[in-house]
């Protein structure tokens, strides 16, 4: 048996060992954590709509309306009124024909890919893509191959390969870890030419790119028709929870049919649905929230980069420095808590070794108070000249 008190030990030792915080309070810009008040800059709630009073009323009134679960799958009796009308609004929000919900983005992307793909097909992936886009073509049964980062002509050499197979290259629009955006108008123009399929993740993208949030798609200029399969999650950017899959009429039923984590798992509350048919509509008509976001990453940058930190090649809110060392940017991370402002270390395996680094992301509802006093915290770490 494997000694699991060593292997704790040995995570410790190299500043891997992850440990939990514990929260208190609904999430806004100023958290409860472990008993301390800090400013929080390590969100995925991009728009500041986690809390916002309409989505809660929404919630609320939807909890009166349906209960507080679902109790079936949707192809029992788990399929609400509120559900299907959620699917039919994000079709319209997206511009793609249908849309289909699953309960989180982890099960929609492997439920996709084990649907469409399988022994004997090819999946390619970026070095990049999230956990849960890598093990959902590991899962799948294809064969799995990765291609440089962002990288247009090691994508095309490698579909190249596999010209008889069906293949599917799979990329996040926003990459969680380094906040740039994935060349996809030149991957689609790849994928078309060698007959592949092209999905998207866009967790980080929609709600936050793009003059309606309409994602990375909007942002670059890309019709709906240049993407085949797009996924997104409603638990980022929209405040609530869950994830849907877009596509064409064909491949959303087909998914219906096939997609073993849509089919074999309770429906998400019919009241989350509700809270996220609120969401949508402040996504769209609030663009306010993008552009504040826009100010405050300047602002950063142009701040941050005066200091000599290293920082990443992102315009989006997630805006990592890079340290290097776990253990400096551990510390790094405990030193910023310290003086109330909280900021994950993020370390291997989540990034590749070497490359750790602090991973702060933006939200819409941050003052530019609040961000004088990250940088003045991180002023005075870097003057420290111990970490960097």
């Known amino acids: 048996m494997k000694d699991l008190k060593k292997l704790l030990q040995q995570k410790k030792e190299a500043g891997l060992y ?76 997206t511009g793609y024909q ?65 010209p008889e197979q069906e293949k599917m290259l799979l990329t996040d629009g926003v990459f969680s870890m380094d906040g740039d955006i994935a060349p996809l108008a030149e991957l689609a123009q790849v994928c078309q030419q060698h007959q592949s399929y092209l999905m998207v993740d866009d967790a980080h993208g929609i709600g936050v790119l793009g003059e309606q949030g309409r994602g990375s798609l909007e942002y670059l200029g890309l019709a709906p028709s240049a993407v085949p399969v797009l996924m997104a999650t409603l638990g980022k950017a929209f405040g609530a929870a869950g994830a849907f899959v877009a596509g064409s009429e064909d491949v959303i039923e087909y998914l219906i049919q096939n997609a073993r984590s849509y089919i074999y798992t309770t429906a998400m ?81 989540t990034v590749e070794q070497g490359k750790a680094r602090l991973r702060i992301t933006f939200n819409a509802d941050h003052s530019f108070g609040q961000l004088q006093q990250l940088l003045d915290a991180l002023d005075v770490i870097s003057k420290k000249n111990t970490l960097l």
């Open 18 to 93: 992850r440990q939990r915080r514990i929260t208190q309070g609904p999430q806004s810009t100023e958290l409860i954590v472990d008993d301390k008040k800090v400013i929080n800059f390590c969100s995925n709630n991009y728009l500041g709509l986690a809390n916002h009073p309409t989505i809660n009323q929404a919630f609320k009134q939807g909890i009166d309306r349906y209960g507080s679960g679902s109790a079936s799958a949707h192809l029992i009796n788990g399929h609400s009124a509120a559900h299907h009308a959620l699917e039919e609004e994000l079709a319209e929000f």
């Open 98 to 162: 249908r849309c289909l919900l699953f309960s989180t983005g982890y099960m929609a992307n492997i439920g996709v890919v084990q649907a469409l793909m399988g022994r004997g097909d090819v999946v390619l992936e970026d070095r990049l893509n999230h956990a849960s886009l890598l093990d959902a073509g590991l899962l799948s049964g294809a064969r799995f191959s990765r291609f440089e980062h962002a990288s247009v002509s090691d994508a095309r050499s490698k579909l190249s390969k596999y």
């Open 269 to 349: 509350p019919a009241a989350l649905a509700e809270a996220s048919r609120a969401s949508l509509k402040l996504v769209q008509a609030e663009n306010a929230r993008r552009q504040k976001l826009v100010e405050l990453i300047k602002q950063f940058r142009r701040a941050v980069a005066e200091m000599g930190y290293q920082l990443m090649d992102s315009v989006t809110p997630i805006q990592p420095i890079v340290i290097g060392d776990s253990k400096k940017a551990l510390e790094m991370s405990q030193q910023l808590f310290a003086q109330g402002i909280h900021v994950s270390a993020i370390r291997p395996p």
